[in-house]
């Protein structure tokens, strides 16, 4: 590869090979943007014993953290397609580090919760400027393949940095696992810093192309296909998010077990298939689309179908095993739908307001997730958590429907 400009800086000379290299460094920052998460809900415990906070004060906590995501998420895809996408990550990087070392330093339950939104704030700008660099780098027939292999950081960053913060907790108090997750956020950022760049544009096109497409917002929301993507992942990240919350403690008191086979039924099957079957799914969306112009939609009108089946049936699962095979068939369903949902946002909307799409669709999402908890919890408060789990099948299936009727939608947004 020539050099050649971008912004003034120099295009990297890695060839052929440097988009792979890209999806690698972008798939770390993926990971440690998860995996921060998880450390607050590990140690969450021994926060709760020396603030004695109640219940509804943890859960204060976390929500603090989702909603200034979901407000921070449209701001976020704005940035990104107005600025240089690496440099928008890497500054979400090092500001969410460092917001990340000031939980522990927090003395009182209002410093924690004001804390854990500043987090959310600067992690909600990673995925946006995160997911359309990927696109950026990775057109044509890799794209949903690599969207995916970047999306399993999803599930392998809150599983390994659960294990990681938990063990750290233990050995050396809740407090280290914040400052271990914050300076390896900061090693990560001189990475970013070093190697991570967008691609040049065409020589002598700089200034007659521009970076972000004018109105970019308001195209979006006026695109049927956009807002049906974003729709359906609103019902599916909502039934995803409340089953992660809800399926411990349920197997935990409806099956009688302790907190590891709890574990081992519950969170490790939802891991462990969306790791596995994410992948997959990219790798299939992409040979589906050069047969088929809705190939990936449906991939993840399929997705979600499978998803919604399983999940109605944990409702008759009486044994361990029985929940787990539920799960993790249910995440099969949901894996071949994150695996395709990025790529298929970016088909429906202009390559210059993809950040945007992404901001504006994770916000809408986000919402659900917050949402759709507190619901179960009602339902759960009347007939039962094994009904309320079971009723998180219905939001899968709304995002079939919503992806059926929006065909005609994306067959004419499809680009």
Request: with cysteine; hydrophobic share 55%; glycine share 10%.
């Amino acid at each position: 590869m020539t050099p050649s400009t971008s912004g003034g800086a120099p295009q990297p000379r890695w060839g052929r090979p440097y988009p792979w290299l890209a999806l690698g460094i972008l798939w770390m920052v993926s990971f440690i943007n998860q995996a921060d998460r998880s450390v607050l809900m590990t140690v969450m415990p021994a926060i709760r014993d020396e603030f004695h906070l109640s219940n509804l004060q943890l859960a204060l906590i976390n929500s603090s953290f989702l909603w200034a995501y979901a407000l921070s998420a449209i701001l976020a895809g704005w940035l990104g397609d107005r600025l240089p996408r690496s440099a928008v990550i890497l500054f979400g990087l090092v500001a969410w580090s460092l917001a990340t070392a000031g939980a522990p330093l927090s003395s009182s339950f209002m410093m924690l919760v004001g804390l854990r939104g500043v987090t959310g704030l600067f992690e909600a700008l990673y995925y946006p400027s995160g997911t359309a660099l990927i696109g950026d780098w990775h057109k044509g027939r890799h794209k949903s393949f690599a969207l995916s292999i970047h999306q399993t950081a999803v599930f392998a960053g809150p599983a390994i940095g659960a294990f990681a913060a938990g063990w750290l907790a233990d050995k050396l108090g809740w407090r280290t696992p914040f400052w271990v997750f914050c300076g390896t956020g900061l090693l990560l950022a001189a990475v970013v810093a070093l190697f991570l760049r967008d691609p040049a544009k065409p020589m002598g096109l700089e200034k007659k192309v521009p970076t972000a497409q004018p109105g970019a917002m308001k195209a979006i929301l006026t695109n049927p296909a956009a807002m049906a993507v974003s729709l359906a992942f609103f019902f599916a990240t909502g039934a995803s998010q409340s089953v992660m919350v809800w399926a411990p403690t349920y197997v935990h008191d409806a099956l009688h077990l302790n907190l590891q086979n709890s574990a081992l039924y519950s969170v490790a099957p939802i891991y462990v298939s969306g790791f596995l079957v994410t992948p997959l799914s990219g790798y299939l969306g992409d040979k589906l689309m050069a047969t088929s112009r809705l190939g990936r939609m449906t991939l993840l009108t399929l997705g979600v179908a499978i998803a919604s089946v399983f999940l109605c049936l944990l409702a008759l699962a009486t044994t361990g095993p029985w929940v787990a095979g539920c799960l993790a068939l249910c995440y099969v369903g949901k894996g071949l739908f994150d695996g395709c949902i990025y790529a298929a946002m970016q088909d429906v909307t202009d390559q210059r307001a993809h950040a945007s799409a992404v901001g504006l669709m994770t916000a809408i999402g986000f919402l659900g997730a917050g949402i759709f908890p507190i619901v179960v919890s009602a339902i759960a408060s009347l007939y039962g958590l094994r009904i309320g789990l079971a009723a998180l099948s219905t939001l899968f299936l709304c995002a079939a429907i919503v992806l059926i009727t929006a065909r005609r939608a994306f067959a004419q947004a499809i680009r």
